[in-house]
């Protein structure tokens, strides 16, 4: 069974930086993506960034596009979001996620299809 770990999150003001970073564990088979979610408090999750782990191709969602970026160190099974600029409305539980065993990249980033979630990390953006 795959198990995904965050960690990296943080309290910082706006306008700072953070890289949060999921490590990937317990794999009998590639992941065909990683997403990255969160969920601010009261509100639903909502997918921020995508990658699939084959090519290293991207989606980065409207709402962080120019801001966010995701990443993988393939040597150390890691897959990175990168906060530039952050903003207070960026405040919220991160969590990684991917698809079930064996199953391809949901062809929308729904939180619903994705079958295994790490724990999350907190990201706090104050003013």
């Known amino acids: 069974q795959l198990q995904l770990v965050e960690s990296g999150g943080a309290s910082v003001q706006a306008g700072g930086s953070l890289r949060l970073s999921c490590v990937v564990s317990?794999?009998?088979?590639?992941?065909?993506?990683i997403t990255w979610f969160r969920q601010p408090p009261g509100k639903e999750r909502e997918a921020v960034a995508t990658?699939?782990?084959?090519?290293?191709?991207?989606y980065i969602a409207d709402s962080v596009k120019g801001r966010f970026t995701i990443s993988q160190d393939v040597a150390k099974n890691t897959v990175y979001l990168h906060m530039n600029t952050s903003k207070p409305e960026d405040t919220a539980m991160y969590y990684c996620?991917?698809?079930?065993?064996?199953?391809?990249?949901?062809?929308?980033?729904?939180?619903?299809?994705?079958?295994?979630w790490g724990q999350g990390t907190q990201v706090t953006v104050s003013t």
């Open positions: 317990g794999f009998t088979y590639k992941s065909d993506c």
């Open positions: 990658i699939y782990t084959g090519d290293g191709m991207t």
């Open positions: 996620a991917a698809p079930s065993s064996w199953h391809p990249c949901p062809p929308r980033p729904l939180a619903s299809a994705y079958a295994i």
